[in-house]
């Protein structure tokens, strides 16, 4: 597993699981001091987006259709403006944001790299799902910063976009079957590797029997918001 936070723990603190645009689904979950402390919260989170803009600028470039180009183009700039929101938080609260997103950089690059697939379409789907996922724990971690959560919150919150890379997926795997075979595998390894990404979020060791526990019910919410990601796309989970 990665192991990404290695600064020193937080006070205890509670946090919420919210799924965007579904608050039954919200649960209280007592993550003590498993949560990272406020600079690696924003670092990572800022980096991520950073690291999503540059994925869907490259899939621009490799795709000659004008109205695909026109589509990746508002989900990459909407990550762009989301990346530019947690920089400026990370200037009034926390430090410069080079050397606070700098420690992650190799990391993400690594899981970015790793989920870049072999053809657009299932790098395409790599951001839906991991940035989907990954957005929905970043919404978890957020209830436990106060006023730099909140704000979090809704920087996270905002529309992404990303219903333009759903309609474009959706379009393919309805027409090719063969396609549509391939994305599901692919699909399945991108949760694996995500969860994993999630998980190495919350300690710097192996997590013990009772703080997984603790996390179970945030990562059962997250798959069932995962789910309904992939019922959207014609896709099972």
Known sequence: MVNWFWRRR????????????????ARRVDFAELAPDVATFLGQAAYLQLGYFETLTRLIRATPE????????????????KH??????????????????????EQLDAFRGATIGARPR???????????MLDDFYLALASGYG???????????????????????????ESDDEMRSLLSMWARRLVGDTLLVARAALAPERLGLDDEKRVEPVFTALMAAHARRMDALGLAA
């Open 10 to 25: 937080p006070p205890a603190r509670i946090l919420k699981l919210r799924s965007r645009g579904d608050l039954g689904d």
């Open 66 to 81: 004008l109205a695909e180009k026109e589509a990746l183009s508002l989900a990459a700039g909407r990550a762009l403006r």
């Open 147 to 173: 006023t730099t959560g909140r704000r979090v919150s809704e920087i996270l919150g905002e529309a992404s976009d990303r219903e333009q890379l759903e309609e474009l997926l959706r379009a393919t795997i």
């Open 122 to 132: 299932e790098t395409m789907l790599s951001v839906y799902i991991t940035a989907g």
């Open 84 to 105: 530019r929101q947690i920089v400026r938080l990370i200037q009034d609260r926390v430090g410069d944001p080079t050397e606070v997103m700098l420690p992650f950089r």
